[in-house]
């Protein structure tokens, strides 16, 4: 059983496009997060979400737009997709995340973004 | 602010060598500290972590790490490399103040040689 998974694990679009990755979570976590990997393997947060509510949302356009339907779901949206969105993008969550600076984030495969 | 600084963004070793994969931190207070490896193509998975209680923390397939105060330094070590242990790892601290947001460091490459 997976315990976060992600859809699609592969997404290629034309520059414009809307499109969205969906993210859900089965270990009764509280707090997810999406983070973006570019090509040099940084990572950075882009949102994090605690019982549905937004509770971190860093400097990111807002093309982007995260929906949490459920604790147990996070969705990122994107808007009028540009080049430089092409990245892998990842799903975590965690238990207790805001409270607990001690728990681990749990991450999904990721998402391989690649924008046309 | 926390930040986290890996000193190499390339290791090699050859099989059966011990590893060191270096990770500084800055932190305003006692931190909590994680070792995450994300083998080609796949996800992040939890090596081990720190959390203010034993400063030598065991974590899965043979590592440790030993987080020292004094050094501002949480280096990842393990005794005898294996081939599978070719990935990239990231140093992560968590920012307790700022709902336990993850700064993760900007990654090292691990290549095992034969």
């Known amino acids: 059983d997976t315990a976060v998974s992600q859809t699609p694990k592969y997404l290629v679009t034309q520059m414009g496009n809307d499109k969205s990755i969906k993210c859900e979570q089965n270990l009764g976590h509280d707090t997810m997060y999406w983070y973006k990997q570019d090509s040099k393997k940084f990572l950075k947060i882009m949102f994090s979400?605690?019982?549905?509510?937004?509770?971190i949302n860093e400097t990111v356009p807002n093309r982007f737009s995260p929906k949490s339907p459920d604790k147990a779901h996070l969705n990122l949206h994107i808007n009028s997709l540009e080049l430089g969105d092409s990245a892998v993008y990842f799903c975590a969550s965690s238990e207790e995340g805001w409270r607990r600076s001690y728990n681990e984030q749990f991450f999904g495969p990721g998402t391989r973004l690649t924008v046309l | 602010a926390q930040s986290v600084t890996q000193l190499d963004s390339h290791v090699s070793v050859s099989e059966g060598t011990p590893v060191l994969l270096r990770c500084n931190y800055s932190?305003?207070?006692?931190?909590?500290l994680f070792w995450y490896v994300q083998h080609p193509n796949k996800g992040l998975q939890l090596l081990l972590k720190y959390t203010s209680a034993a400063t030598l923390v065991k974590g899965i397939n043979g590592f440790e790490a030993e987080f020292k105060k004094s050094e501002t330094s949480f280096h990842l070590t393990k005794p005898s490399a294996h081939m599978s242990d070719a990935a990239e790892y990231f140093c992560v601290v968590s920012d307790q103040d700022n709902f336990n947001k993850f700064y993760f460091g900007s990654g090292t490459k691990l290549n095992v040689k034969p």
């Open positions: 932190s305003s207070y006692s931190p909590s």
């Open positions: 979400y605690n019982n549905k509510e937004l509770i």
